[in-house]
């Protein structure tokens, strides 16, 4: 097995007043070379958006693309016409593919919108747009893994799905629990973040979002080490695109 961590504190970082976000990878303004990808997990973008504000129109190509809140609303709007909240609980993908345009923004006037914004590279370049999402009960389905998103092709996915052999899982524990993660496809790795709380995995103690990286191995053990730590799971193909 072969690991590399991701502790919270060393994440790229910019306030901009409207948006206060967190890069686990090199992203915008933030740029490490040690710092690219995960295999084929390119973003993993913790962002906070003021109330009223948001990311105006812009493009993405070729790229999958899922957004997790996790506290407040996410108000979208797209070029194929889609119009949609998504709030906690929700999970939405978009597959840009040949291009399309979009903008996220805080559904509320009151209260900030936290949420994981995360970018996966396709199986293929040049597939057609498309966009979905789907209510889960990841927050309160206490002591196992919930699947959110698979690949189309799985046919035992009842999440969401994406053009690419990577699965996201979800799971709140309670303190002293643990259960046994078995990788989904030979090649791939797994990105374990913890979304709250504390996690001892593989071994390791890791804290409120920090994150690591485990491959060469097909099965991963994970223990909660406080109440109602919730942890996230991106098994995900190991092989870089050039």
Known sequence: MKTILYRASTRGHANHGWLDTRHTFSFANYFNPDRMNFGLLRVVNDDIVAPGEGFGTHPHENMEIVSIPLHGALAHKDSMGHTEVIEVGEVQVMSAGTGITHSEYNASEEKPVGFFQIWVFPEENGLK??????????MHNKNKLVQIV??????????????QDVWFN???????????????????????MVVEGEFAVEGQKLHRRDALGLWDTGKIEIKAESEDARILLIDVPMEHRK
């Open 129 to 138: 747009p498309r966009y979905d999402q789907k209510a889960f009960d990841f």
């Open 150 to 163: 698979g690949p189309k092709k799985d046919e035992s996915n009842h999440g969401l799905w994406v053009h």
């Open 170 to 192: 979800i799971g709140t524990f309670d303190k002293g629990e643990s259960t046994v993660y078995k990788v989904k496809k030979e090649g791939n790795g797994v990105f374990a």
